[in-house]
Structures are given as structure tokens and as C-alpha cells.
């Protein structure tokens, strides 16, 4: 399950994102866009009873193409939970995992991380950040000013 949300530019002109999955391909437009993405069951769950969400690992073909929606994302904003999951992929995988595997950790790797916790003693990967309280002024400035 996945929904975007824009953000509109009210700055003006000076900030305009053309963004490949939009519906004006090849227009620029004026707005940073905003992604949202996650994996649940039908139920609203991410994970099991146990906590596990292997139950959702995605086939070579989904794995591309959220590889391919998700490539064009500057900076993930995770809570606590989410981050300490996808940390994983800051160390994985190796060169015997599929090329999918390792392209999505490519992808991971290269983007800023910002983790909202008030529990999180520190952040353990690189190219993250922890804030102790979620700015919803400061997420839409980051997202006027970056196109990813």
C-alpha cells in the first residue's frame, strides 16, 4: 500500500521540480513532492504477532520496481521502529545476494536519513540525522529546497 502527497511551492517559480513519476512528464512543476510508502497487510499491520514482517518480502519484480520508485528519493524520514528495521540495510547485502538486494541497498545507503525519536539514543548508520520532535515546517522547507 503507498500514497503521495505534494507539497506546493508558494515561493514561486524559482523552486520547480519535474519529477519522472508525475502526471506531466517532461513539465516542470511547481512543487516538491512528498512520498509516503509502506508495506502492510490488507488488515492495516506491518508486522506479524512475533514482530516479523518477512510475510511481505517482495518477489525480484516488486523489489525493481519499488528499487526504481524509491531511486529518486533524497531523504527518508523514519520513527523509531521503521529506521532501527531498515538499518539493516546500511551494512547488507553482500555479493552473493541478488542484484535487486544489493541495488536497493545501493539506493538506501546514498539517501539522507532523518529519525524522529525521543528514545533513540543515537543514531547508528551514516548519512542520518535524529531529531527529537517531528517540524512539519522544516519537512516542507527540506522539500521545497531539494528535488529529491
Known amino acids: 500500500m503507498s500514497f503521495g502527497v505534494t507539497m506546493h511551492d508558494r515561493a514561486g517559480a524559482d523552486n520547480l521540480v519535474q519529477h519522472p513519476r508525475s502526471r506531466s512528464w517532461g513539465k516542470e512543476l511547481p512543487m516538491a513532492l512528498l512520498t509516503y510508502t509502506t508495506i502492510a497487510s490488507l488488515d492495516g499491520y506491518v508486522a506479524d504477532k512475533d514482530g516479523k514482517f518477512d510475510w511481505a518480502m517482495p518477489d525480484t519484480e ?87
Open 62 to 148: 516488486v523489489h525493481t520496481f519499488v528499487n526504481d520508485l524509491e531511486r529518486l528519493a533524497g531523504t527518508y524520514l523514519y520513527g523509531r521502529r521503521i529506521y532501527e528495521v531498515m538499518a539493516y540495510w546500511e551494512t547488507t547485502p553482500d555479493r552473493s545476494q541478488p542484484a535487486h538486494i544489493r541495488d536497493y541497498a545501493e539506493i538506501w545507503q546514498a539517501a539522507d536519513k532523518i529519525v524522529y525519536s525521543t528514545s533513540l539514543d543515537a543514531v547508528t548508520t551514516t548519512r542520518t540525522r535524529l531529531e527529537r520532535r517531528f517540524d512539519t515546517e522544516a519537512v516542507r522547507a527540506r522539500a521545497q529546497s531539494r528535488p529529491g
